[in-house]
């Protein structure tokens, strides 16, 4: 079956649980269900990965993306600086979406520069977990 990975970086983990206000109420564990229960709607696998690591995340992605459709990646504060990551990205030569849960052009100025979106497709922002439901959609006609 058809596979696309879900990564998410640093500090989602605590998703729910601090900043409701920017982040929702929602958990993490709540994202993977939402994800899981998308996938199976549209007939693919998803593998649903976090880290507050770059290094895990490098790694992950590794070793999980080559074969699959796609990417759905949140990297969280590394969007703004981890060159490492965008050269990884981009290494995989995989349609990538870049989801952020907020409208990162709406706050302060430094999240509105992603040097990784430079790797991806498409960029969804502010949209919460719509967005990576709708980077499924996308990712799942490829
Ligand atoms: O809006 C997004 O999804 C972000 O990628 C989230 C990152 C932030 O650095 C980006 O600028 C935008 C932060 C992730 C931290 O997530 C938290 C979740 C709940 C409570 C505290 C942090």
Known sequence: MSRVVVVNGPNLNL?????????????????ESTVRAKARSLGIDVDFFQS???????????????????IVINPAALSHYSLALYDCLQALALPVV???????????????RSVTARAARGVIAGLGFAGYEMALEYLAKQ
């Open 52 to 70: 507050n690591s770059e290094g895990e995340l490098i790694e992950y992605l590794q070793v999980h993306a080559p074969g699959t459709l796609g």
């Open 15 to 31: 998703l729910g649980k601090r900043e409701p206000e920017i982040y929702g109420t929602r958990t993490l564990q709540d994202l």
């Open 98 to 112: 870049e989801v952020h849960i907020s409208n990162i052009h709406a706050r302060e100025e430094f999240r509105s």
